[in-house]
């Protein structure tokens, strides 16, 4: 059972364009979802994160738009750059546990 | 600040050996985490450590895996009888809090049973 679910599988937008990565989840004691930047041959790399509290978080060029009522989230990368090609995941913890449940992940590739 | 440091970065090993995988977490940090990634199943969570006791080892097949934390400065994940499912990058991460917040990965031991 996939409690963390993402779309699409892959992605590609021309450079400057935004990109939107979709996320749901399943378990509504989910209340801390981190999104992860992986390069190839690279662990994962935490890139931004919101808890279930707000319904929005930006730093930079990232945003995340969040629906507790859906138990949907997304990942918008703004004006989109060559270097930020790479897979993202989607991940979701409950109540304090350490333990990440990770999502299938996108792969973005950005065009220029 | 080198990083979670993991080695070796590839092993290969043939059906029914031991494999054991080692993890320098960050200096000062209190947890660390070992996950599996494939291409089939992603990224899984296997087990944790906060200041080197065993908190949650929930994603371990029972059988041929265990890790231990035998000080704060490295981490083992020993897998016995090794077979060809268990083929996959182990992912060993450090985290500064007690929980899921800003984990740091490294690179990542590439496990290729034969």
């Known amino acids: 059972q996939q409690q963390v679910r993402q779309s699409p599988q892959s992605l590609t937008v021309w450079e400057g364009e935004t990109a939107i990565l979709n996320c749901s989840y399943e378990?509504?004691?989910?209340?801390?979802f981190p999104w992860y930047q992986q390069f190839p041959g690279e662990g994962p790399a935490l890139l931004i994160s919101?808890?279930?509290?707000?319904n929005k978080k930006e730093d930079g060029r990232f945003t995340i738009f969040f629906n507790k009522r859906e138990k949907k989230l997304s990942l918008h990368i703004a004006d989109s750059q060559p270097g930020d090609s790479a897979t993202y995941f989607c991940?979701?913890?409950?109540?304090?546990?350490?333990?990440?449940?990770f999502g299938e992940g996108t792969k973005l590739t950005v065009s220029s | 600040n080198a990083g979670v440091i993991q080695t070796p970065r590839h092993k290969v090993t043939g059906k029914g050996q031991e494999a054991t995988l080692w993890c320098e977490p960050i200096?000062?940090?209190?947890?660390v985490f070992w996950y599996r990634q494939t291409i089939v199943q992603g990224l899984e969570f296997l087990t944790y450590?906060?200041?080197?006791?065993?908190?949650?080892d929930s994603g371990m097949p029972k059988e041929r895996f265990s890790a231990q934390m035998p000080n704060q400065s490295h981490s083992t994940l020993k897998i016995q009888s090794t077979q060809p499912q268990d083929s996959a990058v182990y992912l060993c991460?450090?985290?500064?809090?007690?929980?899921?917040?800003?984990?740091?990965f490294g690179s990542g031991t590439r496990l290729t049973v034969l």
């Open positions: 378990n509504s004691a989910f209340d801390y």
């Open positions: 919101i808890l279930s509290v707000s």
């Open positions: 991940a979701a913890s409950k109540g304090g546990s350490a333990k990440l449940i």
């Open positions: 450590f906060r200041n080197q006791a065993p908190i949650d």
């Open positions: 991460a450090s985290s500064p809090l007690t929980g899921a917040e800003t984990l740091y």
């Open positions: 200096s000062g940090h209190s947890a």
